[in-house]
């Protein structure tokens, strides 16, 4: 059944909103290090965002999560879906999803990529494939593919929580704005031509809304410009959720009013493509402590779940909140550190209730771009992912062993 938005809808899922009892349930069953992801938590999110862009059509950008069961769960409620590669959208095909509700957003695409996209498309008519440079495009007609194609802008304009996460100025990504309109002018000689794109980058808060009109402006204006009509507009996702238990949750309904008001009129249909704010707070990582170590300057808690099972905090620097499951006591300051072999395998300083070794650690925020980023680095096995669903509990990715990590190594025989 769709969530619907209501008082039992909080912008909001605090990493103090999951249940104790739940967490040391699911860790004891399933081990640890292991990422939880609720299903109806997803269904609020996307309920409450769908709700806030009546008009548009919101595509979850798969990158963020792409767990079977998460797709399922957001085709079952109507979503669409951005793809990032190949592999995304076949996966996203093998969640139900429609080919018209799927488009396939080519980044420098290597050319196994786009041969399966053009298999891809011709198995599920509808398919849109997002190309951001005039290479992406020759390369398509080289293959014969001659379907709904949408053009990649780089609006010159990018927002997001980390530089590294900034791509509207990125010259890596798509078209430059002043070249845009001739190119899809010359492309829709070969090609059904159907929209336009541009993604300002990941993380947006409400520090960000100036730049987020920009580009969308600059969209609006580009659309308006442009010989054949398009059938969408689509501004990208990004929409910021709040990591630390002080961050505001993003003001959807300002977005969504600034969105719409510097989109213009417009007779094409407005895409949004958030991927983080649909499954970020529907997710928890687990990790068992296994250290405890006083230092000079603080207490460090080693624990079962490092950069290989959460890349971000290594990566850009990202705060996840963490805290101790069913402990109580002294607070005391402590700095999470993981078990692999870099100085950067931290989760960052947390406080904690009196930190003792077997106590359970909840990271909160784990849905988006947690497993995904997943690495094997130090022959380190992947975490588990399971899925609960009101009372129900299922696993979407059983845990990785040894054999696994290896499984793909050959005995070298010399030629
Ligand atoms: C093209 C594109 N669309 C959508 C997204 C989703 O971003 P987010 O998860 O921040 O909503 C990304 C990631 O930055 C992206 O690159
Ligand atoms: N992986 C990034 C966001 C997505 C970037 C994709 N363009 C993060 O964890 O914040």
């Known amino acids: 059944m769709s969530a619907t938005v209501s008082a039992d809808n909080p912008p909001v899922r605090r990493l103090s909103d999951w249940s104790d009892a739940r967490l040391d349930d699911l860790a004891d069953e399933y081990d640890t290090p292991l990422y939880v992801i609720d299903l109806e938590r997803v269904r609020?999110?996307?309920?409450?965002?769908?709700?806030?862009?009546?008009?548009?059509?919101?595509?979850?950008?798969?990158?963020?999560?792409?767990?079977?069961?998460?797709?399922?769960?957001?085709?079952?409620?109507?979503?669409?879906?951005?793809?990032?590669?190949?592999?995304?959208?076949?996966?996203?095909?093998?969640?139900?999803f429609e080919g018209e509700r799927v488009h396939y957003t080519a980044v420098n695409p290597p050319g196994i990529d786009l041969d399966r996209a053009v298999e891809l498309a011709a198995d599920h008519p509808g398919l849109t494939v997002t190309v951001g440079a005039a290479d992406t495009i020759d390369r398509l007609a080289e293959r014969g593919y001659d379907g709904r194609l949408c053009l990649r802008v780089n609006p010159g304009v990018g927002a997001g929580h980390h530089e590294k996460v900034r791509t509207g100025a990125d010259a890596k990504f798509g078209v430059p704005y002043d070249r845009a309109a001739s190119l899809l002018e010359s492309a829709a000689d070969d090609f059904d031509v159907v929209g336009i794109h541009a993604h300002a980058g990941s993380g947006i808060s409400g520090d960000d809304l100036g730049n987020h009109r920009e580009l969308v402006s600059r969209m609006g204006e580009l659309a308006r410009t442009i010989d054949p009509d398009l059938e969408f507009v689509d501004?990208?996702?990004?929409?910021?959720?709040?990591?630390?238990?002080?961050?505001?949750?993003?003001?959807?309904?300002?977005?969504?009013?600034?969105?719409?008001?510097?989109?213009?009129?417009?007779?094409?249909?407005?895409?949004?493509e958030p991927g983080r704010y649909?499954?970020?707070?529907?997710?928890?990582?687990?990790?068992?402590?296994?250290?405890?170590?006083?230092a000079p300057e603080?207490?460090?808690?080693?624990?079962?779940?490092?950069?290989?099972?959460?890349?971000?905090?290594?990566?850009?620097?990202?705060?996840?909140?963490?805290?101790s499951v069913g402990a109580d006591g002294q607070a005391v300051e402590t700095t999470v550190a993981g078990p692999i072999?870099?100085?950067?395998?931290?989760?960052?300083?947390?406080?904690?209730?009196d930190p003792t070794r077997g106590d359970l650690l909840a990271v909160g925020n784990a849905g988006a771009y947690g497993y995904?980023?997943?690495?094997?680095?130090?022959?380190?096995?992947?975490?588990?992912?399971?899925?609960?669903?009101?009372?129900?509990?299922?696993?979407?990715?059983?845990?990785?062993?040894?054999?696994?990590?290896?499984?793909?190594?050959?005995?070298?025989?010399?030629?």
């Open 341 to 353: 072999c870099e100085s950067s395998d931290t989760f960052g300083t947390h406080l904690l209730a």
């Open 44 to 96: 609020e999110n996307y309920a409450r965002l769908a709700a806030a862009f009546p008009d548009a059509d919101v595509h979850f950008a798969a990158k963020a999560n792409t767990s079977r069961a998460v797709l399922e769960t957001l085709e079952a409620e109507g979503a669409s879906i951005e793809c990032a590669s190949a592999g995304e959208t076949e996966r996203a095909f093998a969640a139900g």
């Open 298 to 323: 603080t207490t460090v808690v080693g624990v079962d779940a490092g950069m290989t099972a959460l890349v971000r905090p290594a990566l850009y620097d990202s705060y996840h909140h963490i805290r």
């Open 278 to 294: 649909l499954v970020a707070d529907a997710g928890v990582l687990l990790t068992r402590v296994n250290t405890v170590k006083e």
């Open 372 to 415: 995904e980023m997943a690495s094997q680095y130090n022959s380190r096995p992947r975490p588990a992912v399971v899925v609960v669903d009101g009372d129900r509990t299922g696993v979407a990715h059983r845990r990785e062993t040894h054999a696994d990590v290896i499984a793909t190594e050959t005995e070298v025989t010399w030629e």
């Open 235 to 272: 501004v990208g996702g990004g929409f910021g959720v709040p990591y630390h238990p002080d961050d505001p949750p993003l003001d959807l309904e300002s977005v969504a009013d600034a969105t719409r008001d510097a989109l213009g009129d417009l007779d094409a249909t407005l895409v949004v």
